[in-house]
């Protein structure tokens, strides 16, 4: 018997609270992403992996936000609370529908008591939102959304400018970036099949072999991806074989998913 399919905000809130409790959301963004209706995916993926960006702040947010703290069986209201605040802060989704969407996961949690407590904290935040972010305004923690021991690790091996432009790039929604497998055919040959299929791309800056999709989508609808003709790499992982001066016949293992 298949498993019944997840509100894609109770996914969300479920993933972000086993990620605090210190399991890897690279495991499971996967296994959740079969738990939830195939249009949802996306969403279920951006609203984890945002929310576990932005955590620093949201959880700041939240101190002021719940007077009493929730009890550890209940971090999953914690976390649900949290991915709405994201939403409410960085998604294009109307206010109205990320509160009424929010507190309807609640049921789906097994915890209908927390529907009011939902329903106020996020509204609380609606109206208090310049207040709240203006009383961190002098706290690098909340403005970088960066722990703290890790702030001081920046500060530590690069200058303030350079930390600074490392944390800017680290709030960034990351690309897809694919790796074109030339011996099959050329980056150009490839783009032209992007471009046939409707889906924006461009060339990397620095792999002379990469490309970055205008948006992420569902590996199933790239051309030939099935058949080898792309695989899914960031382009950093991509200038090692070039940087690693190889020889005819060698195979590089890209152990990044190990």
Request: charged fraction near 25%; include cysteine.
């Amino acid at each position: 018997m298949s498993k019944k399919l997840l509100n894609v905000r109770v996914a969300a809130a479920e993933i972000v609270a086993n990620v605090c409790r210190g399991q890897s959301l690279s495991t499971l963004l996967p296994a959740y992403s079969e738990r939830v209706e195939e249009k949802d995916r996306p969403l279920l993926k951006e609203i984890s992996f945002g929310c576990l960006r932005w955590y620093p702040q949201i959880s700041l947010l939240l101190k002021q936000l719940i007077k009493k703290p929730l009890r550890e069986k209940d971090l999953e209201i914690h976390t649900l609370i949290a991915c709405g605040i994201y939403q409410l802060m960085h998604m294009r989704i109307s206010d109205h529908a990320v509160v009424n969407e929010t507190v309807t996961a609640t049921k789906g949690l097994s915890r209908p008591w927390a529907k009011g407590l939902v329903n106020a904290v996020l509204r609380n935040f609606q109206r208090e939102m310049p207040r709240l972010m203006e009383s961190y305004a002098d706290q690098p923690v909340f403005l970088a959304a960066h722990p703290k021991w890790l702030l001081k690790k920046f500060e530590l091996a690069w200058s303030p400018a350079v930390a600074a432009d490392i944390v800017s790039a680290n709030n960034l929604r990351a690309p897809m970036t694919l790796r074109v497998n030339v011996r099959r055919n050329s980056r150009d040959e490839y783009l032209a099949k992007l471009q046939n299929a409707n889906i924006g791309a461009k060339k990397t800056p620095y792999s002379d072999v990469g490309i970055v999709l205008d948006e992420a989508i569902d590996v199933a609808k790239l051309p030939g991806f099935v058949q080898g003709d792309s695989s899914v790499q960031d382009e950093a992982a991509q200038l090692a074989c070039s940087l690693l001066e190889l020889s005819s016949g060698q195979i590089v293992l890209d152990a990044c998913c190990a």
